[in-house]
């Protein structure tokens, strides 16, 4: 079975643009998380969806939102980049609620 | 609240030797603990996971952790290791009190000596 995707794989954006990333997760898995992993703040959670809806939501900015379609694939999108933006950014998905997450290789943004 | 200690932030060993990164958990609720590892320019790769079956849980490439309750822990080992196991390591909970969103470690980092 293919594992999670994600697309980018690497990004290169200046301050004040936007960025969507994209993940496709393992077939079959319903829930995809995303989180973002900083040197300065390790990896902390961004939000999750399960079934097209955000069931959870972490301690960031609105400029960061997501979605995920009928076929559990996910975007997140970030407006307004700030350079504190720059960071990995990694996916995980689950087959549903309290199961155990598999992650992407993830999209390593770099914010000018 | 839920919280997650990595104790030593960078564990240096010589391959052939035995590996151990500890891990304290705080949680009000039985806790799901897993280890990850990231590998450079990687993902996270699960190692193991414990959901409240056997306290000794055996992972892939060797590697095992204890849960101990009464010591709030959940130490990872590896009894001879190699030099591919030289990453980044982390420590996660997952529990009823943060919604079971996962909480992580601040890693550990493993050097392995030739």
């Known amino acids: 079975k293919a594992g999670v995707t994600q697309t980018p794989r690497y990004l290169i954006k200046t301050r004040g643009q936007q960025v969507t990333l994209s993940c496709s997760p393992i077939?079959?898995?319903?829930?995809v998380s995303w989180y973002q992993q900083t040197p300065g703040q390790g990896l902390q959670f961004l939000f999750e969806?399960?079934?097209?809806?955000?069931?959870n939501k972490g301690n960031f900015p609105g400029r960061f939102s997501g979605r995920q379609f009928s076929n559990s694939r996910s975007e997140m999108n970030v407006s307004t980049l700030e350079l504190g933006d720059s960071a990995l950014y990694l996916c995980?998905?689950?087959?549903?609620?309290?199961?155990?997450?598999?992650f992407g290789p993830g999209t390593r943004l770099l914010v000018l | 609240a839920q919280s997650v200690t990595q104790l030593d932030s960078h564990v240096s060993v010589s391959e052939g030797t035995p590996v151990l990164l500890r891990c304290n958990y705080s949680?009000?609720?039985?806790?799901?603990l897993f280890w990850y590892v990231q590998h450079p320019n990687k993902g996270l790769q699960l190692l193991l996971k414990?959901?409240?079956?056997?306290?000794l849980v055996k992972g892939i490439n060797g590697f095992e952790a204890e849960f101990k309750k009464s010591e709030t822990s959940f130490h990872l080992t590896k009894p001879s290791a190699h030099m591919s196991d030289a990453a980044e390591y982390f420590c996660v909970v997952s529990a009823l009190d943060n919604d079971y969103k996962l909480s992580f470690g601040a890693g550990t980092t493993v050097t392995v000596r030739a």
């Open positions: 077939s079959g898995h319903r829930s």
């Open positions: 969806y399960f079934s097209e809806t955000q069931r």
């Open positions: 949680s009000s609720y039985s806790p799901s």
């Open positions: 995980a998905s689950s087959q549903g609620d309290r199961q155990t997450q598999y």
């Open positions: 414990y959901t409240s079956a056997a306290t």
